[in-house]
């Protein structure tokens, strides 16, 4: 009796909700009737469930499961004392790493309520106004970045240009010395 009841609640609890999201809008394949959709989908699930021995006694033992799921499960066991202290001894090391951090943050509270963290708060729009400076100069420093190097890639064509012409000119001067030379007279 008490579960026909609480399922008549939650119905109307669903068709409330149904109300709220939809208004008056009629039910329709765009706006479906929640409860049915559920009932349905809740059918497929029993009937698919049914059909498989595993899932079933998963089904049995769920809240088993959920109790041993419980955060609360774990606190609720009786630890002797040594063991209790073995856990403590275990994780010595990262107790007395977060004290000594603690502390620090204990002794740098006055920093922290200082009045220059305090007004951080009001620095926002300078800050928009920074970050946008900012986003301006690196675009142009692309641009610029882009420039000197076409630039640099015109200075190094010149230069090879230039080395090629001199190594050039020096072949003809060389020829050019070696035709000047006093020729040996043949006897």
Known sequence: MAEVESLVV????VR????????PLPKDA???EVVSTLASLGGQLGSALGTRDRMMMVMKRLDELERYLDPVYGESLELW???KMDLVMAREEHLRTNHHHLNTINSLKSV???QHIADTANLGEELVRVAGGQGELEDSTTTQSAQIKQLLHQYNDIINTLTETFIKMDDI???????????????
């Open 81 to 83: 004392d040594s063991v």
């Open 112 to 114: 922290l309520d200082s």
């Open 30 to 32: 765009e706006y479906p």
């Open 173 to 187: 001067v060389t020829k050019a010395e070696i035709a000047a030379l006093p020729k040996k007279v043949e006897d």
């Open 16 to 23: 409330k909700l149904e109300e709220k999201i939809f208004g």
């Open 10 to 13: 939650l119905e109307e609890r």
